[in-house]
């Protein structure tokens, strides 16, 4: 496979209800080389659970970076 000519970021903070359809909207896209970039900013919902994630079928580039939530 070709490197990723597209990159797709993906914001989320405590997004966990809604992250199911948006991977499947970037997933459904007939063009499909691209890479995953998914940030999560510190949510406290579990949404950004890896496995859960690779579950959804995203692409086989994929990035996941969290951090702490400051107060």
């Known amino acids: 496979m070709a490197p990723p ?3 797709i970021i ?3 903070y405590n997004d ?3 992250l199911p359809a948006a991977l ?3 997933t459904s896209q007939s063009y499909g080389n691209f890479e995953l970039i998914i940030i999560d900013d510190g949510s406290s919902d579990g949404g950004c659970n890896l496995s859960r994630i690779r ?3 995203p692409p086989s580039t994929l990035f996941l970076t969290t ?3 400051r107060k």
């Open 55 to 57: 579950e959804q079928g």
């Open 10 to 12: 993906l914001p989320t």
């Open 16 to 18: 966990k209800a809604y």
């Open 5 to 7: 000519v597209i990159s």
């Open 24 to 26: 499947e909207s970037i």
């Open 67 to 69: 951090q702490p939530r």
